[in-house]
């Protein structure tokens, strides 16, 4: 192979849509390894399960990565709001077994329309002040996120269609977004590394790398970064799967470096696969092939790390080739018993029919994007604006938001968390708490409200 090809073969674009234009056409003719897929690319499920059929007709072990993580973060419901809950409310519940059936669940979901690597679990050992993860984790004690990260890859991996621990070594212990700056990880590394040793014994088949830069290790982001990479991962942890960095559009990167040079220091760092995101296309694929080309030949970066890491990229397909299931049946049952257990009920929350709901709208996190679901009704108030009278008002993440704790902290009402449930109001009747916004997770509060 060429060491185009090679670089190709490490290399996860995205483009808008449904159907593959003529550059991924080429890009995966000519050995690229897979695709990166968004809500863009997911208008309705049979309309994906076209896409990778389409695809696979002229490459049969094409790579199809998505971020399914249930909960807030969801493509394949985008719009509706995902029929799993997420993390938080999976640790709050801290039912391994029931983990393992809602995880095996959405794993069902994905084979069944022909994706075969699931972006998740995300296995962050979280802190109150995280922007971006929050409800995405299992919760702040390593060993509650340890264990259901096991059961998480477990359940997936059971339909044939491969996990990705996430993000390595630790994006909870940040203050900061990696999507839009470079975090700092505060406190001990280790802290966050037992939730990976937990994934890696489960036989998890990749990793993802965070751009967050780890005091212990050095200054360079951990993507970036060999002693990250190679001597933690690799040596100490002893992970032998595919190594993923998370989007080289993120700000953390590109605003550094710059994303074919950290495409390139990537590679050289022990990376394996590099995702190219949302928002880059063809010139940017076409430029990041070329970088890592000119790297290689110039002795920057060997040939021979390349390679090695586009063997593994086709390992994992090979993997997913002979293990996808397509007809593993999706438990719905344990998405809503899972729901319905995580919610958290003080107080008098029952309100009558046609109560008004206000909810507290903040910027979106950017993992999960914009949600078109809510509670039935409600009308969205955003920082600034008048918050008109209401029964119910649902915040997220309260505690992060001092105009949102002003707003609901009423005589009377009732406040819905659908956050993580830090803050406890004062002056309200009743409080409820979803462990985050996942379709389910509504429908739990709706019944606990009387709707």
């Not at 863009?40 to 002229?58: H, I």
């Not at 002893?238 to 550094?256: H, I, K, P, Q, Y």
């Not at 928002?279 to 290689?296: M, N, P």
């Not at 996190?365 to 008002?393: K, Q, R, W």
């Amino acid at each position: 192979m060429t060491v185009e090809t090679l670089a190709r073969a490490c290399l996860l674009p995205s483009f808008p849509g449904t159907q593959p234009p003529e550059w991924i056409r080429r890009f995966l003719a000519e050995g690229g390894a897979g695709l990166t897929l968004f809500a863009y690319n997911v208008p309705s499920r049979e309309q994906l399960a076209e896409l990778t059929a389409a695809v696979r007709v002229e490459r049969p072990d094409a790579l199809f990565a998505i971020d399914e993580e249930g909960g807030d973060v969801t493509r394949l419901e985008a719009a509706e709001g995902s029929s799993s809950p997420g993390n938080a409310a999976l640790g709050a519940v801290d039912d391994l077994a029931l983990t393992e059936s809602v995880a095996e669940s959405i794993g069902a979901q994905l084979a069944a329309v022909g994706v075969n690597w699931n972006l998740a679990p995300v296995a962050d050992v979280n802190v109150p002040g995280n922007p971006v993860i929050g409800v995405r984790s299992f919760g702040d004690d390593a060993g509650l996120v340890a264990r259901h990260v096991q059961a998480f890859v477990t359940g997936l991996q059971r339909t044939g269609v491969a996990a990705c621990a996430k993000h390595f070594p630790g994006h909870g212990a940040t203050e900061q977004d990696s999507h839009l700056e470079l975090p700092t990880v505060t406190g001990d590394v280790e802290a966050g590394l037992e939730p990976f040793r937990a994934a890696i014994r489960a036989g998890v088949r990749s990793i993802m790398t965070a751009h967050v830069r780890v005091p212990a290790l050095g200054d360079v982001p951990a993507t970036l970064n060999p002693a990250a990479v190679q001597g933690l991962l690799r040596e100490r942890l002893g992970f032998d799967g595919v190594v993923l960095a998370d989007a080289l559009e993120m700000r953390a990167v590109s605003a550094t470096v710059g994303v074919e040079e950290g495409a390139v220091l990537a590679l050289a760092a022990g990376v394996d696969a590099l995702c190219i995101g949302h928002d880059l296309g063809e010139d940017a694929v076409d430029a990041i092939v070329a970088a890592v080309a000119d790297a290689a030949r110039s002795g920057r970066l060997p040939e021979e790390r390349v390679a090695e890491g586009a063997a593994r990229v086709r390992a994992l397909a090979e993997w997913t080739t002979t293990h996808l299931n397509v007809s593993t049946p999706v438990l719905t049952s344990a998405a809503d018993s899972a729901a319905r257990r995580a919610l958290v009920v003080e107080g008098d929350v029952r309100v009558a029919h046609g109560a008004r709901i206000v909810e507290l709208s903040a910027a979106p996190n950017i993992a999960a994007g914009e949600h078109a679901h809510s509670l039935d009704g409600a009308v969205i108030a955003h920082e600034g604006e008048a918050v008109p009278d209401a029964d119910v008002y649902v915040v997220r993440d309260a505690h992060r938001h001092a105009w949102m704790r002003d707003a609901a902290d009423r005589e009377g009402v009732v406040v819905v968390e659908v956050g993580l449930p830090v803050w406890r109001p004062v002056h309200t009747r009743g409080y409820l708490a979803t462990h985050g916004r996942s379709r389910v997770s509504l429908d739990a509060a709706r019944e606990g409200l009387g709707l």
